[in-house]
């Protein structure tokens, strides 16, 4: 993974493992957990539109890497103390059976009722305020940052940020509250044709397909391991039949040499 504290910048607008998942420095693993396991819901790659997918899965492999340092008690140690983290390691990990080692499948009706339960929420809030912070107002990036947010969240968004404003939190940006109108009917204009493309799709269905294809994949790389392992076994064979010839074969030249020798 590319610099981990670069990405967590970019994707979540801060550098602190901590407050990227919202909870105390003296978190017990259990609440680390179950933070990692409620942010990590609103972008599950399998749960989200296609247009959203790579940056839901970049969200989620860094929260997968967070969650690995934080729940390793010498990692986590190493992280507190100095700040530092190992980049290499995890590199080529697949965050997805990550997450399902530690939690159970989850439905559509999981990320719905998550949803309704972070709306409107002092975590939500805390999210926009971070987002629009971090993005200098940029409301295409705060409408990306921000969980279950969209072209129909604008008015509810605005309004949050502007108590903010009022109650002197945040500083006004033009580029949040005098958006121009061209960039603001393009984000909308495509808000609308990825809603009609996401229209007519039947999500338990989907769901079962995405199931129905890890299931086949897990069956094709079980089978081409096989594969590998019945095609090394046999040159092995081979090998030892190839070498015991040679063996055989190797003291009879000796012999020979021998012989002649003694002749002369």
Wanted: hydrophobic content about 25%; proline content about 2%.
């Amino acid at each position: 993974m590319a610099n981990l504290r670069k990405l967590c910048e970019e994707y979540f607008g801060s550098k602190d493992f901590y407050d990227i998942l919202n909870i105390d420095k003296t978190a017990s693993q259990q609440e680390i957990k179950k933070a990692y396991y409620k942010l990590s819901l609103s972008v599950h790659p399998d749960r989200v539109e296609e247009s959203e997918k790579a940056y839901a899965t970049e969200k989620f492999k860094i929260l997968g890497k967070i969650h690995s340092i934080l729940q390793d008690k010498e990692k986590r140690k190493v992280y507190d103390d100095t700040g530092d983290f190992d980049e290499e390691s995890d590199d080529f990990c697949n965050w997805l059976n990550y997450w399902k080692s530690m939690f159970k499948t989850i439905t559509v009706d999981d990320i719905k009722n998550y949803e309704k339960s972070y709306i409107g929420s002092e975590t939500e809030i805390r999210d926009i305020k971070k987002a629009y912070v971090s993005n200098k107002g940029n409301m295409d990036r705060i409408l990306e940052m921000v969980p279950f947010s969209n072209c129909e969240s604008e008015p509810r968004i605005i309004e949050i940020v502007q108590k903010l404003v009022d109650d002197g939190e945040v500083e006004a940006y033009k580029t949040f509250f005098n958006e121009s109108k061209v960039k603001k009917l393009r984000r909308h204009k495509k808000y609308k044709k990825e809603s009609e493309e996401c229209a007519d799709i039947d999500f338990e269905e989907l769901s079962n397909q995405i199931s129905k294809r890890q299931e086949e994949r897990t069956k094709q790389f079980a089978d081409m391991i096989s594969s590998i392992e019945d095609k090394y076994s046999k040159n092995s064979k081979r090998k030892a039949i190839t070498n015991g010839k040679e063996d055989n074969k190797s003291p009879n030249k000796k012999v020979r040499r021998s012989t002649r020798t003694s002749k002369k």
